[in-house]
Structures are given as structure tokens and as C-alpha cells.
């Protein structure tokens, strides 16, 4: 705690105050963009490098994956709609025998 009321003592007592201006958290913010507009070249590489590493699957595996995929498509589609046809035939069903007692 004393470390950090020493350092703000320290700016504010700078020239400026450490208002912004030309102060020495502009130079540290500039440094910083300088230092991470470098970084950026090194960022690439590694990214690079770690997409290297992946091992894709081949169009094989893909192919059978998407038809796979595609199968269940299907086979859900079929299921909700043999729900929905059931459910609609109940609810009709009591929907008109609600409406024969009247």
C-alpha cells in the first residue's frame, strides 16, 4: 500500500501532475502501442505454428461425419412430426368432445 502512495505522489508531483499532457503515463502508453504494433509479426508466427500442430480429419472422415449428421436430420424431423401429429390428433379429439356436450 505504501509502494502505491509512493508512486502516485511521484506522478502527481511531475510536472503536468499527471494530468495526461506530456506526462510519464503518455510516454508509458505510447511505449506500450510501440510494443505491441511489435508483438504482431510474433503473434502471426505462433499462431502459425500452433495451426501446424492440429491434425485435420480427412475428407473421408468428413464425408461419413456430414452424412451421419444428415441422418439424424432426417430421423429427428420424422420423430417431431409423428409427435406433433399425435398430439394434434389428441387435442382435437378433446376439443371436440368438449364441445359435444354443448
Not at 71 to 93: E, H, K, P
Not at 97 to 102: D, F, M, S
Request: a positive charge.
Amino acid at each position: 500500500m505504501r509502494d502505491r502512495a509512493a508512486k502516485t505522489a511521484a506522478v502527481l508531483a511531475t510536472p503536468g501532475g499527471g494530468g495526461g499532457g506530456g506526462s510519464v503515463e503518455g510516454a508509458k502508453k505510447k511505449a506500450g502501442f510501440i510494443e505491441f504494433v511489435r508483438g504482431i509479426p510474433r503473434f502471426f508466427r505462433e499462431v502459425r505454428a500452433e495451426g501446424r500442430k492440429i491434425t485435420w480429419t480427412s475428407r473421408r472422415e468428413t464425408w461419413i461425419t456430414s452424412v451421419m449428421v444428415a441422418i439424424m436430420v432426417v430421423l429427428a424431423a420424422i420423430f417431431f412430426w409423428i409427435v406433433d401429429f399425435i398430439l394434434r390428433f389428441a387435442v382435437t379429439q378433446l376439443l371436440q368432445l368438449a364441445n359435444a356436450g354443448n
